[in-house]
């Protein structure tokens, strides 16, 4: 049965899943493997080997040109550097090439380049870690893997939209002006755009149009105009500091992340089951959740209200980040009913990425936890917590960036992918 989506529906999701958020036990995680201190400075060195052939190789290359020797090359060492630390069995790189994420990678730079050339590389990746989660969920819902209009409008109304109103120096009278003139655009009013980040988001939700006309999928703009809704509650977050409980900041949380994903489920299909609503709202929690932990800090210096800055610096994180974790085991783990290997492969890949994201989180933001949670999570860590900041560190030193282009434009050479694509 398809859901006949609205902003109702929204709300009760989001209250399904804050039952299970209460439900959720908040003691150590439940994890299966230790990783001890040797194999963390093996894969410490292999990560510094993996950096330093990759920074030598940008050297080597042209400033003005790839060529499609050094785009396999390039992917030589990022494979061999994956299954060196994870396993050739537990490859993600293969998966993803033969399922097309290569082809789609490639289309998506191309077009948002001719979209708008002037657009920071920076904005360009993070749109492009969207379109990779509408990937995903291209292969959960039996879809093809492909940048469709939909998948590139949305991806990129993340740079247009969401860094608007996240940036602290826009006043929040400006964002709800911006945001009032985003809802009519959703409904369907062709007002005009008061400046060029407008003119960009308008002809976005134009692109949305055109893939699904109005009059046969209402489900697609129900879809925006609730993440839309989640989007405006969610400035009350950005507004003052308030204690937990004094105001719904969860809530709006569970509301906002699980609308985004959900949205993304409807741009991919068109319309969803109730089964795939379900999933896709859960999965959209987590990671907003995830989102929110590897920010608290900088939210909690902004202001901004979110489930973790409402208490880092009074209270440790400690079992707060413990439900995180059993939270996206009963979300990804207990509750999602997968029916092929591509789909469990990708699972896994899901969970583990969560995994890794949270560790990163916790390594960064170790004066918000316990010591002894510190010591006890780390054991668990493919890298030392204080290797993850080294790491950050000389990463960022010794890529600029015109490196991170050049890397763009190695990565989606259709030769890379040749051999698994054929």
């Known amino acids: 049965m398809n859901l006949d989506f609205n ?13 299970i958020w209460w439900d959720t036990r908040a003691c150590f995680p439940d994890f299966k493997n230790r990783i001890n201190l040797i194999n963390q400075y093996r894969n410490e060195r292999k990560l510094e080997r993996f950096r330093k052939e990759l920074t030598k190789k940008l050297k080597e290359m042209d400033t003005n040109q790839v060529d499609n020797g050094w785009s396999t090359s390039l992917l030589s060492i990022i494979k061999t550097m994956e299954s060196n630390i994870v396993g050739y069995e537990n490859s993600c790189i293969d998966f993803f090439a033969q399922k097309g994420y290569s082809r789609v990678t490639e289309g998506f730079v191309n077009e948002a380049n001719e979209f708008d050339p ?3 590389i920076y904005d360009v990746f993070q749109a492009i870690r969207n379109v990779w989660i ?3 969920i291209q292969i959960l819902l039996n879809q093809e893997v492909a940048l469709t209009p939909s998948v590139f409008a949305y991806s990129m109304l993340y740079p247009y939209s969401d860094n608007y109103l996240d940036n602290a120096n826009i006043q929040v009278e400006d964002k709800i002006a911006f945001n009032n003139r985003f809802r009519k655009w959703l409904v369907g009013e062709p007002i005009g755009a008061t400046n060029q980040n407008e003119d960009k988001v308008y002809e976005l939700v134009k692109k949305i149009e055109g893939q699904f006309p109005r009059d046969k999928y209402k489900q697609v703009f129900d879809a925006l105009l609730s993440i839309h809704t989640a989007q405006e509650k969610s400035l009350i977050q950005q507004r003052q500091a308030s204690l ?3 105001k719904n900041i969860i809530g709006i949380t569970f509301e906002k992340g699980g609308a985004s994903v959900l949205t993304d489920g409807y741009l991919v299909k068109g319309h969803l089951s109730e089964q795939e609503a379900y999933f896709m709202f859960g999965y959209g929690v987590f990671l907003q959740l995830i989102d929110d932990l590897q920010d608290v800090v900088e939210d909690h210096r902004n202001g901004h209200m979110t489930l973790f800055s409402q208490i880092a610096f009074k209270y440790p994180l400690d079992r707060l980040t413990n439900k995180l974790f059993w939270f996206i085991d009963e979300v990804l783990i207990n509750r999602t009913a997968l029916d092929s290997a591509d789909k469990l492969k990708l699972r896994n890949v899901i969970y583990e990425s969560c995994r890794i994201m949270i560790f990163e989180a916790i390594s960064k933001n170790q004066k918000l936890y316990s010591r002894r949670y510190i010591k006890e999570v780390e054991q668990y860590s493919m890298l030392r917590f204080g290797y993850y900041k080294k790491m950050k560190k000389k990463f960022q030193n010794s890529l600029s960036s015109k490196d991170l282009h050049r890397i763009c434009n190695g990565l989606v050479q259709r030769p890379l992918f040749r051999r698994e694509e054929s």
Not at 7 to 19: F, P, Q
Request: net charge negative.
């Open 244 to 246: 937990p409980n004094e």
């Open 118 to 120: 002037q657009m920071d």
């Open 134 to 136: 509408m990937n995903s």
């Open 7 to 19: 902003n109702k529906e929204s709300v009760s999701l989001t209250n399904e899943y804050l039952e």
